[in-house]
C-alpha cells in the first residue's frame, strides 16, 4: 500500500497555516521534535495521526509525553526519529532503520548514506538567521522510498 508521510520540525510553537496545507493529504505525520507547544500537535492531529518526538526546547510539563526517540513500522520498512542527529547512538543499516528523520539544525537535507535515507525537514516555525521554513514528505511505495523538502512561501 502507497503511504504519504508528512515530516516537521522545529515548530517553536509556531504552525503556519503553509504547513497545514502543505501536509494535507498525509496518511501520518512525524514531528522531529522542538514541538514548543502541545497545541501544535493537537492541530497536526487533525490532519492525520501523528509521531512526535521531544526536542531540547520542550521542557515543559505536557513534553514529558513525548519520548526523545521513536520508531515508525510504514510499509514494513521501519523509520528512526529523534531530534538530533548528533545524538544518534545506534548504526540505523545494523538496525534494519531505512529512514532516519531528525530536526534541531534548521537546516533541511535529504541524503542517503549505506542504504539509510536522512531526512531532516528544516524548519517549520519561527524563521533562523537565512534559514528556508520548510516541511517534507516521504512517499512509500512498496519497497521504494520517495522524499521531497517542500519550501514554504512565508511572506517576510
Not at 21 to 32: K, P, R, V
Not at 54 to 65: M, T, V
Not at 130 to 153: C, N, Q
Request: hydrophobic share 40%; glycine share 8%.
Amino acid at each position: 500500500m502507497d503511504q504519504t508521510i508528512g515530516v516537521i520540525s522545529d515548530t517553536h510553537g509556531l504552525l503556519r497555516p503553509e504547513a497545514i496545507s502543505a501536509l494535507q493529504g498525509s496518511d501520518l505525520i512525524i514531528h522531529g521534535g522542538d514541538i514548543g507547544r502541545l497545541e501544535v500537535i493537537e492541530q497536526l492531529r487533525a490532519i492525520a495521526p501523528v509521531v512526535a518526538v521531544r526536542g531540547n526546547i520542550d521542557k515543559a510539563a505536557w513534553a514529558e509525553d513525548f519520548p526523545t526517540t521513536e520508531v515508525v513500522q510504514a510499509n514494513d520498512m521501519l523509520i528512526y526519529v529523534l531530534h538530533n542527529l548528533k545524538e544518534l547512538d545506534l548504526d540505523p543499516k545494523a538496525a534494519g532503520f531505512r529512514v532516519v528523520v531528525s530536526g534541531h539544525s534548521h537546516q533541511p537535507k535529504i541524503e542517503e548514506k549505506d542504504g539509510t535515507l536522512y531526512l531532516n525537514p528544516g524548519s517549520a516555525g519561527p524563521r533562523r538567521f537565512k534559514l528556508p521554513i520548510s516541511v517534507s514528505r516521504l512517499t512509500l511505495v512498496g519497497e521504494r522510498i520517495h522524499a521531497d523538502l517542500l519550501p514554504l512561501a512565508i511572506p517576510r
